[in-house]
């Protein structure tokens, strides 16, 4: 397929080549037909299978921590504390599947009714939301 470029752009490519060539950098090289689907490397597809499998099963074997909605915030504006400079709190976190716990955390953002705690676990950082009274500074 040969493409033609436009007077008018002076030297440039025109909408309608420019769809072309993207078109025609999928086909094969008669243009007719389109190349076969990427496969797996099978060199590595153990190492990653069982990768994929050791994730799947840490994130479901986390536990769920159960956040407040928006409706809990009300009308005042959330304070949020400077990124480096979190206060340390003692945080009594409710759980879906299992009790409440009260594990140490970082207040990242508050108001009159409620705290934004965050804190480091096995998966990563986590963030919920609570009752400001289910909080407490730690020293």
Same mark, same amino acid.
Do not use: F
């Given at each position: 397929?040969?493409?033609?470029? !436009?007077?008018?752009?002076?030297? =440039?490519?025109?909408?309608?080549?420019? %769809? *072309? /060539?993207?078109?025609g950098s999928t086909l094969s090289a008669g243009?007719r037909t389109p190349r076969p689907p990427v496969?797996?490397?099978?060199?590595?597809?153990?190492?990653? !299978?069982?990768?994929?499998?050791? =994730?799947?099963?840490?994130?479901?074997? %986390? *536990? /769920?921590a159960c956040t407040l909605g928006k409706d809990?915030?009300?009308?005042?504006?959330?304070?949020?504390?400077?990124?480096?400079?979190?206060?340390?709190?003692?945080?009594?976190?409710?759980?879906?599947?299992?009790?409440?716990?009260?594990?140490?955390?970082?207040?990242?953002?508050?108001?009159?009714?409620?705290?934004?705690?965050?804190?480091?676990?096995?998966?990563?950082?986590?963030?919920?939301?609570?009752?400001?009274?289910?909080?407490?500074?730690?020293?």
């Amino acid at each position: 397929m040969r493409h033609v470029r !436009d007077r008018a752009s002076a030297g =440039r490519w025109s909408s309608a080549a420019r %769809r *072309r /060539r993207r078109i025609g950098s999928t086909l094969s090289a008669g243009g007719r037909t389109p190349r076969p689907p990427v496969t797996k490397n099978r060199r590595y597809e153990a190492h990653y !299978d069982a990768l994929n499998d050791q =994730r799947i099963v840490q994130g479901t074997s %986390r *536990r /769920r921590a159960c956040t407040l909605g928006k409706d809990a915030y009300g009308p005042q504006p959330i304070e949020w504390a400077p990124r480096g400079q979190l206060p340390p709190v003692w945080v009594w976190i409710t759980w879906a599947d299992d009790p409440a716990s009260r594990i140490p955390a970082e207040a990242s953002g508050w108001n009159d009714r409620v705290v934004i705690v965050e804190w480091e676990d096995d998966g990563g950082r986590r963030s919920v939301v609570v009752w400001r009274n289910a909080v407490a500074r730690r020293h």
